[in-house]
């Protein structure tokens, strides 16, 4: 398929979203503390490594997208949450990082457990 | 992926100093690279995760070494090429010609 004028529209409203619109049962729900998972696979993912281990708190869930690390390699949508956590400071960075101070980060449903 | 791609987090690179006035893009080419993402995403239909982990593959120096639209270009090649659409052949015929001057 060519970009043509007809199409631009539609692709400019659209963008590259990879919401889906699949019926995907919530793992986890607003206030709950869940622990990132130690995934660390050779091939894409959407995990920052700082992650990895660290306990956060469900603020929000974003709904039902497409999983970047299968669809990074043609291997299938996977369709499941996506949801806002937050981290305090000193759980990323130790204790020498301000106590007050937070981080949010949009993580997968896959890369998580309950806490 | 544990690549050199996933800097957050990382001590040693200094402070990030925004650039006053900002224009969208730093040089001319960079605007042709950002309109190659919505025509060939289209015709050529790759995913935005593919396209992200063909940078994340970027050997780490280059990386380091090169400004967000060479990564875009880096990706281009690399998920054209995959698909047949170019070859790494014509790639290297395109850049020999530019460097000797030619458009």
Known sequence: MLLTP???????????????????P????????????HHDPLT??????????????????????AFPDTRAHGLGEQPQHCYSL???????WGPAAPECDSLRADVFDDYLDLA | MNGIHDLGGKHG???????????VFQEAW???????????FVFAGYTVDEFRHAIEKMPPAHYLDS????????AFEEVLARRGIVSREDLDARVAALQGGGR
């Open chain 1, 6 to 24: 007809e199409i631009l529209p539609a692709v400019l409203a659209t963008g590259a979203s990879a919401r889906v619109a699949s019926e995907v």
């Open chain 1, 26 to 37: 919530a793992r986890f729900r607003v206030g709950d503390r869940v622990r990132v998972r």
């Open chain 1, 44 to 65: 894409h993912t959407r995990l920052p490594a700082y992650l990895r281990g660290k306990l956060g708190t469900v603020e929000k869930d974003h709904g039902v997208f």
């Open chain 1, 86 to 92: 937050r981290f305090g400071a000193r759980e990323l």
């Open chain 2, 13 to 23: 690179y200094g402070p990030v100093l925004p650039e006053e006035a900002e224009p």
């Open chain 2, 30 to 40: 960079e605007g042709r690279a950002f309109a190659l993402f919505a025509s060939t």
């Open chain 2, 67 to 74: 400004s967000y639209y060479e990564h875009w270009l880096v």
